[in-house]
C-alpha cells in the first residue's frame, strides 16, 4: 500500500515563499517521476511542476522562475520551493508519483492535497 503525504501548506502574504513537501510510504520497488498539480476553486487541475529520477524538470510557465521543484530519493521525499507568491498562486497543491509495486509497470499515485492561500 502506497501513500503521498503531503506539508507545508498555510496561509502567506503576496511576495511571501512557502516549501511543500511530499513523501512517499509504503511498499513499492521504485519511483519514477515526481511532481506537483494545483487547483484553484472553479478551476481545473493544472501541472505546476514535474521531475524524473535524474533530476530532469519542467515547469509551468505561469512558475518558470519563481518555483523550483526538487527530490531527495533517499528520503522519497519530493519538494516544491514557492517563491514570490502572489494571489494566483492560491490552490490546492497536490503532489503525484509515478511508482512500480511490480516490475512491469508503474501506477500513478496521489496525495490528498495541501491548501496554499496567498493573501494579506
Known amino acids: 500500500q502506497v501513500q503521498l503525504v503531503e506539508s507545508g501548506g498555510g496561509l502567506v502574504q503576496p511576495g511571501g515563499s512557502l516549501r511543500l513537501s511530499c513523501v512517499v510510504s509504503g511498499s513499492f520497488l521504485s519511483i519514477n517521476a515526481m511532481g506537483w498539480y494545483r487547483q484553484a476553486p472553479g478551476k481545473e487541475r493544472e501541472l505546476v511542476a514535474a521531475?524524473?529520477?535524474?533530476?530532469?524538470?519542467k515547469y509551468a510557465d505561469s512558475v518558470k522562475g519563481r518555483f523550483t521543484i526538487s527530490r531527495d530519493n533517499t528520503k522519497n521525499t519530493v519538494y516544491l520551493q514557492m517563491g514570490s507568491l502572489k494571489s494566483e498562486d492560491t490552490a490546492v497543491y497536490y503532489c503525484?508519483?509515478?511508482?512500480?509495486?511490480?516490475?512491469?509497470?508503474?501506477?500513478?499515485?496521489w496525495g490528498k492535497g495541501t491548501l496554499v492561500t496567498v493573501s494579506l
Open positions: 503525484y508519483g509515478e511508482i512500480k509495486t511490480t516490475p512491469l509497470y508503474a501506477m500513478v499515485y
Open positions: 521531475i524524473t529520477t535524474d533530476g530532469s524538470t
